[in-house]
Protein backbone atom coordinates (compact mmCIF):
# COMPACT_ATOMS: atom_id res chain seq x y z
CA UNK A 1 0.00 0.00 0.00
CA UNK A 2 1.02 3.28 -0.73
CA UNK A 3 1.12 6.58 1.07
CA UNK A 4 -2.32 7.49 -0.79
CA UNK A 5 -4.20 4.19 -0.07
CA UNK A 6 -3.06 4.47 3.98
CA UNK A 7 -4.15 8.01 3.66
CA UNK A 8 -7.80 6.55 2.72
CA UNK A 9 -8.17 3.85 4.86
CA UNK A 10 -6.89 5.75 8.16
CA UNK A 11 -9.90 8.89 6.44
CA UNK A 12 -12.29 5.62 6.19
CA UNK A 13 -11.35 4.38 9.68
CA UNK A 14 -11.91 7.99 11.00
CA UNK A 15 -15.31 8.37 9.42
CA UNK A 16 -16.85 5.11 10.27
CA UNK A 17 -15.25 5.83 14.00
CA UNK A 18 -16.27 8.91 14.48
CA UNK A 19 -12.97 10.65 14.36
CA UNK A 20 -12.61 13.53 15.53
CA UNK A 21 -16.67 14.01 16.35
CA UNK A 22 -15.80 12.93 19.99
CA UNK A 23 -13.46 16.07 20.06
CA UNK A 24 -16.12 18.14 18.41
CA UNK A 25 -18.98 16.89 20.75
CA UNK A 26 -16.97 17.85 23.48
CA UNK A 27 -16.38 20.98 22.07
CA UNK A 28 -19.85 21.89 22.30
CA UNK A 29 -20.61 20.74 25.17
CA UNK A 30 -18.87 22.69 26.71
CA UNK A 31 -19.88 25.92 24.65
CA UNK A 32 -23.36 24.94 25.80
CA UNK A 33 -22.27 25.38 28.75
CA UNK A 34 -20.46 28.27 28.47
CA UNK A 35 -23.41 30.14 26.70
CA UNK A 36 -25.36 29.01 29.44
CA UNK A 37 -23.40 30.54 32.00
CA UNK A 38 -23.01 33.75 30.16
CA UNK A 39 -26.83 34.14 29.52
CA UNK A 40 -27.52 34.01 33.17
CA UNK A 41 -25.07 35.84 34.01
CA UNK A 42 -26.76 38.79 31.74
CA UNK A 43 -30.06 37.65 33.50
CA UNK A 44 -28.47 38.67 36.67
CA UNK A 45 -26.86 41.81 35.43
CA UNK A 46 -30.25 42.83 33.85
CA UNK A 47 -32.42 41.76 36.55
CA UNK A 48 -30.00 43.51 39.39
CA UNK A 49 -31.53 47.71 38.46
CA UNK A 50 -34.77 46.06 38.90
CA UNK A 51 -33.85 44.80 42.59
CA UNK A 52 -32.08 47.70 43.68
CA UNK A 53 -35.01 50.03 42.48
CA UNK A 54 -37.38 47.87 44.69
CA UNK A 55 -35.24 47.53 47.38
CA UNK A 56 -34.67 51.51 46.98
CA UNK A 57 -38.11 52.46 47.14
CA UNK A 58 -39.32 50.46 50.31
CA UNK A 59 -35.62 52.31 52.09
CA UNK A 60 -37.66 55.42 51.06
CA UNK A 61 -40.51 54.60 52.17
CA UNK A 62 -39.42 53.60 55.49
CA UNK A 63 -37.31 56.46 55.92
CA UNK A 64 -40.33 58.97 55.24
CA UNK A 65 -42.36 57.05 57.98
CA UNK A 66 -39.73 57.10 60.39
CA UNK A 67 -39.17 60.97 60.23
CA UNK A 68 -42.85 61.56 60.82
CA UNK A 69 -43.07 59.00 63.72
CA UNK A 70 -39.67 61.02 64.74
CA UNK A 71 -41.45 64.58 63.95
CA UNK A 72 -44.46 63.51 65.79
CA UNK A 73 -42.05 62.01 68.67
CA UNK A 74 -40.28 65.57 68.71
CA UNK A 75 -43.52 67.22 69.46
CA UNK A 76 -44.32 65.48 72.73
CA UNK A 77 -41.07 65.72 73.83
CA UNK A 78 -40.88 69.19 73.98
CA UNK A 79 -44.14 69.38 75.54
CA UNK A 80 -43.64 66.99 78.44
CA UNK A 81 -40.35 68.95 78.62
CA UNK A 82 -42.53 72.28 79.24
CA UNK A 83 -44.48 70.66 81.21
CA UNK A 84 -41.83 69.58 83.55
CA UNK A 85 -40.72 72.85 83.98
CA UNK A 86 -44.21 74.01 84.35
CA UNK A 87 -44.73 71.69 87.22
CA UNK A 88 -41.01 72.11 88.96
CA UNK A 89 -41.80 76.43 88.96
CA UNK A 90 -44.95 76.09 90.47
CA UNK A 91 -43.51 73.43 92.79
CA UNK A 92 -40.76 75.72 93.77
CA UNK A 93 -42.92 78.68 94.26
CA UNK A 94 -45.17 76.87 96.29
CA UNK A 95 -42.20 75.35 98.04
CA UNK A 96 -40.89 79.22 99.04
CA UNK A 97 -44.58 80.38 99.96
CA UNK A 98 -45.01 77.63 102.41
CA UNK A 99 -41.14 78.19 103.68
CA UNK A 100 -42.32 82.16 104.22
CA UNK A 101 -46.31 82.09 104.04
CA UNK A 102 -47.76 85.72 103.24
CA UNK A 103 -50.62 86.58 101.65
CA UNK A 104 -52.25 83.45 98.94
CA UNK A 105 -49.89 81.06 97.28
CA UNK A 106 -48.45 81.45 94.15
CA UNK A 107 -50.68 80.65 91.05
CA UNK A 108 -49.72 77.87 89.15
CA UNK A 109 -47.40 77.77 85.83
CA UNK A 110 -50.17 78.52 82.75
CA UNK A 111 -49.34 75.35 81.80
CA UNK A 112 -50.36 73.50 84.79
CA UNK A 113 -53.36 75.23 85.25
CA UNK A 114 -54.05 73.48 81.49
CA UNK A 115 -52.77 70.20 82.09
CA UNK A 116 -55.19 70.23 85.41
CA UNK A 117 -58.16 71.74 83.16
CA UNK A 118 -57.69 68.97 80.20
CA UNK A 119 -55.54 66.09 81.46
CA UNK A 120 -53.14 66.67 78.35
Do not use: C
Not at 51 to 61: E, G, I, S, T
Request: proline residues 4%.
Amino acid sequence: MNVGEWAAVIGATGSVLGGGGWFVGRATVKAARATADATAAAARANAAPAQQAADLAVLQATVKRVDEENGSLRGRVFRLESLVRAFSWTVDELYRWAREPAGTPPEPHDLVKEYNRTGV
